[in-house]
């Protein structure tokens, strides 16, 4: 008996929503944050959110964006 016609579509739909949910979940375990510097010269740097650097640049920016927000409200 051959499958009924809209469960090949669900299955088929369900299989794209499968792959698409593994790939989020290995993009997202990859993904780690890091602060990227840009200079005059059009060089760049990174830096890891655990280094030295990378926790300042982290904070510095948080400050940045505090200040933008209260600058908005009023």
């Known amino acids: 008996m051959p499958p009924k016609p809209h469960r090949i ?3 088929r739909v369900s299989g794209y929503a499968d ?3 593994a790939y989020m ?3 997202r375990v990859a993904r780690r ?3 990227r510097l ?3 010269g059009g060089r ?3 830096h890891a ?3 030295v650097a990378g926790g300042e640049l982290f904070v510095a920016a948080g400050r940045l964006i505090e200040v933008a927000g209260r ?3 009023r």
Do not use: M, Q, V, W
Request: hydrophobic fraction near 40%.
């Open 44 to 46: 760049a740097s990174d």
């Open 25 to 27: 979940r290995r993009r």
């Open 71 to 73: 600058k908005r409200e």
């Open 38 to 40: 840009y200079y005059a």
């Open 33 to 35: 944050p890091f602060a």
């Open 9 to 11: 579509l669900l299955d």
């Open 49 to 51: 959110a655990d280094s």
């Open 19 to 21: 792959e698409a949910a």
